[in-house]
């Protein structure tokens, strides 16, 4: 899924829906993914080998959920657990996200580095972002709608 507002809005969805107090720790674990893989801008401007574009892949897989939070935990001042789990639950939607969508973007290396086989499910291609986007949005704004009449009562 190219879009990062719904990677935002998914993010947004699973920490209201989990009442997480920090919810920007959810939203930047589901963007993390994409942060690194932008590094394939540079082969506008410098030579690149495509075995360093094929690292970048290797970011949208769980196995990198687990290891990149935990080099950016020390970073923040909140409690050190939950900055983790929140930022691991983050990137783990945005790779369950990018299943969703077809094979024509490559992403997907489910269970790398067991197989290097590329996983989704085929349900959207990258150009219907939309659906998702809009889905996503109705969906939070139940939510929020939602809550606030709960707290009202």
């Known amino acids: 899924m190219p ?11 699973v920490a ?4 997480i107090d920090k919810k920007s720790l959810v939203v930047l674990g589901s963007l993390l993914p994409d942060f ?9 401007f410098f030579p690149m080998n495509d075995s360093l574009l ?15 939070p935990a080099l950016i935990v020390p970073l923040f001042k909140y409690d050190w657990k939950k900055t983790y789990v929140f930022i691991v639950l983050g990137f783990m939607l945005h790779v369950l996200a990018d299943g969703l969508t077809g094979k024509r973007d490559n ?6 580095p067991f197989s290097h086989s590329y996983f989704s499910l085929n349900m959207f291609w990258s150009d219907q972002y939309w659906i998702i986007l809009i889905s996503c949005a109705v969906i939070y704004v139940s939510i929020k709608l939602v809550k606030s009449r709960l707290r009202k009562k």
């Open 3 to 13: 879009d990062w507002l719904s990677h935002i809005l998914i993010g947004l969805i």
């Open 107 to 112: 992403v997907g290396l489910l269970l790398y």
């Open 36 to 44: 690194i893989t932008k590094i394939y801008l540079f082969s506008f």
């Open 54 to 68: 094929f690292v970048t892949r290797l970011y949208h897989t769980p196995i990198m959920g687990l290891i990149i």
């Open 16 to 19: 209201e829906l989990l009442n």
